[in-house]
């Protein structure tokens, strides 16, 4: 069974910086292509930051570049995501995702539970 | 980047009807060496993370109940509940994966009962 675990969230002031991580399980994570999608407190999704399978080919929202890091680490099955200067804009349930196959762009078949960020002024 | 522009925002539909959501995306998602849509739909209940129902444009995910099916092509797509149900009551969102640097989603469509 595929399961994604995000954890890290948590309060930071504006300017901080946090590194949330995502246990994967149930599938052969290195095969995959991941992705951080974030979703902020009453609003829709924004896809953040994506990182194939082999971790060669990484991509970044706008409002993210420069200040978050994506990676993936094969031996312990799990994704970061790296956040620095943080903004209040940045305040949202941030959701890992699996995408649905390798080779080509997919859609996102699998996602965790979430793990919350706050940024305080 | 490309845009996702999802309509209706909210629409209340009878226990029963029809529910249609549409999605348009400000560039062609179709893929022509391979003629295949990069656009997928998300239901998304409250607390919860989104679900795939849909991909490559109308291709049900294992599980989702035969009410849900999508179409279209291009730039214009259609998700539709053919019978809604209680448990339908959710926010939808489209999604394209065309484009590996950006994976954008629709504003979201919430669906409530009439």
């Known amino acids: 069974e595929v399961q994604l675990l995000e954890s890290g969230g948590g309060l930071v002031r504006r300017g901080g910086s946090l590194r949330l991580s995502c246990a994967a399980s149930?599938?052969?994570?290195?095969?995959?292509?991941m992705s951080w999608v974030r979703q902020a407190p009453g609003k829709g999704l924004e896809w953040v930051s994506g990182?194939?399978?082999?971790?060669?080919?990484?991509y970044y929202a706008d409002s993210v570049k420069g200040r978050f890091i994506i990676s993936r680490d094969t031996s312990t099955n799990t994704l970061y995501l790296e956040m620095y200067s943080l903004r209040a804009e940045d305040t949202a349930v941030y959701y890992c995702?699996?995408?649905?196959?390798?080779?080509?762009?997919?859609?996102?078949?699998?996602w965790g539970q979430g793990t919350m960020v706050t940024v305080s002024s | 980047d490309i845009v996702m522009t999802q309509s209706p925002d909210s629409l209340a539909v009878s226990l029963g009807e029809r529910a249609t959501i549409n999605c348009k995306c400000s560039?062609?998602?179709?893929?022509?060496?391979?003629?295949?849509?990069?656009l997928a739909w998300y239901q998304q209940k409250a607390g919860q993370p989104p679900r795939l129902l849909i991909y490559w444009a109308s291709t049900r995910e294992s599980g989702v109940p035969d009410r849900f099916s999508g179409s279209g092509s291009g730039t214009d797509f259609t998700l539709t509940i053919s019978s809604l149900q209680a448990e339908d009551v959710a926010i939808y969102y489209c999604q394209q994966y065309y484009r590996h640097s950006s994976k954008t989603f629709g504003q979201g469509t919430k669906v409530e009962i009439k």
């Open positions: 990182i194939s399978g082999a971790g060669g080919a990484i």
């Open positions: 149930g599938f052969i994570f290195s095969t995959y292509a």
């Open positions: 560039q062609s998602v179709l893929y022509s060496s391979n003629s295949k849509n990069y």
């Open positions: 995702s699996r995408e649905g196959g390798y080779g080509d762009s997919y859609h996102f078949d699998y």
